[in-house]
């Protein structure tokens, strides 16, 4: 597509739920990123990946967090027992190649736990 | 570990005036550096970006930064600010190694833009 897709744009859950985010790259950019961005912050990272494998998942907060990307194109970012601190926006964003700093930023899904 | 302070959480300028929002960052090496802004609902669009050479770096939207190892800083300005550019900026900094390019990110910056 012309540029990095993210849905839902919105997402409302309950405390103690199971929420995917969902992430569509632009066509042929081998690298993507997932970022949290809390209110009145900047965003932080949370995992990267070259192809289809993890290749740094060190900033996801714990084990309640995971993200996959199968096929090399699409990636979901899972959430188990979502906590209300959960709350923010999740940033998805990919770029041509590893090495190189052309991220495509998408617009992110708010997700808002309650 | 890399970090990025942005000591200004918001500023208010009148349009036509002069724009400079502050930047340091804290790297052991050559930091790659960088500039987004985010407009409501938006996603981040790049500004601009010094990886090395020339320290004065130009960007869109007439935005400009340059960077100052001797101060760790890497101020962007604008000569003159118009209404759009009212949107939340961010500085950002890259490890600078083929491990993944990673961005660490400063808390932003708010510019209001007075009529």
């Known amino acids: 597509g012309a540029g990095v897709s993210q849905t839902p744009s919105n997402k409302v859950t309950e405390k103690g739920k199971y929420v995917e985010l969902r992430c569509d790259p632009i066509?042929?950019?081998?690298?993507l990123y997932w970022y949290r961005q809390s209110l009145g912050q900047g965003p932080e990272f949370l995992i990267y990946?070259?192809?289809?494998?993890?290749?740094?998942d060190s900033g996801l907060p714990n084990d309640r967090f995971f993200a996959v990307r199968p096929e090399g194109s699409v990636s979901t970012l899972k959430i188990q027992r979502t906590e209300r601190g959960d709350s923010a926006v999740y940033l998805c964003?990919?770029?041509?190649?590893?090495?190189?700093?052309?991220?495509?930023f998408g617009s992110g899904t708010r997700l808002t736990v309650v | 570990a890399q970090s990025v302070t942005q000591p200004d959480i918001h500023i208010t300028v009148s349009e036509g005036a002069s724009l400079e929002l502050r930047c340091n960052y804290s790297?052991?090496?050559?930091?790659?550096l960088f500039w987004y802004v985010q407009s409501p609902g938006q996603g981040l669009q790049l500004l601009l970006k010094?990886?090395?050479?020339?320290?004065l770096v130009q960007g869109i939207k007439g935005f400009e930064a340059e960077f100052k190892r001797s101060q760790s800083s890497f101020n962007l300005r604008k000569p003159s600010v118009h209404w759009s550019d009212a949107a939340e900026y961010f500085c950002?900094?890259?490890?600078?190694?083929?491990?993944?390019?990673?961005?660490?990110f400063g808390g932003g910056t708010r510019l209001m833009v007075k009529p």
């Open positions: 964003a990919s770029s041509p190649r590893q090495g190189n700093y052309g991220y495509t």
């Open positions: 066509s042929g950019h081998t690298a």
């Open positions: 990946f070259q192809g289809t494998g993890a290749a740094d």
């Open positions: 790297y052991g090496a050559t930091p790659y």
């Open positions: 010094y990886f090395s050479g020339d320290t």
């Open positions: 950002a900094v890259g490890a600078g190694n083929n491990a993944g390019n990673m961005l660490t």
